[in-house]
T-cell receptor, first 110, second 111 residues
Framework: NAGVTQTPKFRVLKTGQSMTLLCAQDMNHEYMYWYRQDPGMGLRLIHYSVGEGTTAKGEVPDGYNVSRLKKQNFLLGLESAAPSQTSVYFC?????????FGPGTRLTVT | GENVEQHPSTLSVQEGDSAVIKCTYSDSASNYFPWYKQELGKGPQLIIDIRSNVGEKKDQRIAVTLNKTAKHFSLHITETQPEDSAVYFCAASALDNDMRFGAGTRLTVKP
């Protein structure tokens, strides 16, 4: 099992560009999450999904959109990137409790 | 919403000593309290968790205690080893899966 995988690993965007981060899990988990991690601030939840076709807002959802068209995939979109979105993004999946994290995507917006 | 505070932000111990990291939470509905270890360049990995119906849980050199009345929980690592050096995060969540994390503690174990 690969667990949770994220694509891409690194990306540099110019302000105003758009991109999609892909998360895939092979553990048949119902729940999936997107977090951002900034220095000194821990992980903050952006959006999450409790099942295929559902999404919900987390703590810091502004500027991001998500989709869960298939149970195993959770996509995070940035429609118009801003320098404030420079961060490391982590995807996670879970059954009822324990969350399993992917390796992260380091995004820089210049 | 839930607010989780974690202390200290950095902790340095000698190999073999114990390390204690403390967290407080605000939402009395929270009932699940995991601890994650994050090594450089990797995603967080669960090391131990506790649910609200239990006051303490141990797994070899790692233990977690929970005081629901005071809304705080702690991670205890005994007989620390250099490979324990990492950033540790506490978190709290209720059944809605909206998990909130502490800011992290950078633990350094000096050989």
């Amino acid at each position: 099992n690969a667990g949770v995988t994220q694509t891409p690993k690194f990306r540099v965007l110019k302000t105003g560009q758009s991109m999609t981060l892909l998360c895939a899990q092979d553990m048949n988990h119902e729940y999936m999450y997107w977090y951002r991690q900034d220095p000194g601030m821990g992980l903050r939840l952006i959006h999450y999904s409790v099942g295929e076709g559902t999404t919900a807002k987390g703590e810091v959802p502004d500027g991001y959109n998500v989709s869960r068209l298939k149970k195993q995939n959770f996509l995070l979109g940035l429609e118009s990137a801003a320098p404030s979105q420079t961060s490391v993004y982590f995807c996670a999946s879970s059954g009822l409790y324990e969350q399993y994290f992917g390796p992260g995507t380091r995004l820089t917006v210049t | 919403g839930e607010n989780v505070e974690q202390h200290p932000s950095t902790l340095s111990v000698q190999e073999g000593d114990s390390a204690v990291i403390k967290c407080t939470y605000s939402d009395s509905a929270s009932n699940y309290f995991p601890w994650y270890k994050q090594e450089l360049g990797k995603g967080p990995q669960l090391i131990i968790d506790i649910r609200s119906n239990v006051g303490e849980k141990k797994d070899q050199r790692i233990a977690v205690t929970l005081n629901k009345t005071a809304k705080h929980f702690s991670l205890h690592i005994t007989e620390t080893q250099p490979e324990d050096s990492a950033v540790y995060f506490c978190a709290a969540s209720a059944l809605d899966n909206d998990m909130r994390f502490g800011a992290g503690t950078r633990l350094t174990v000096k050989p």
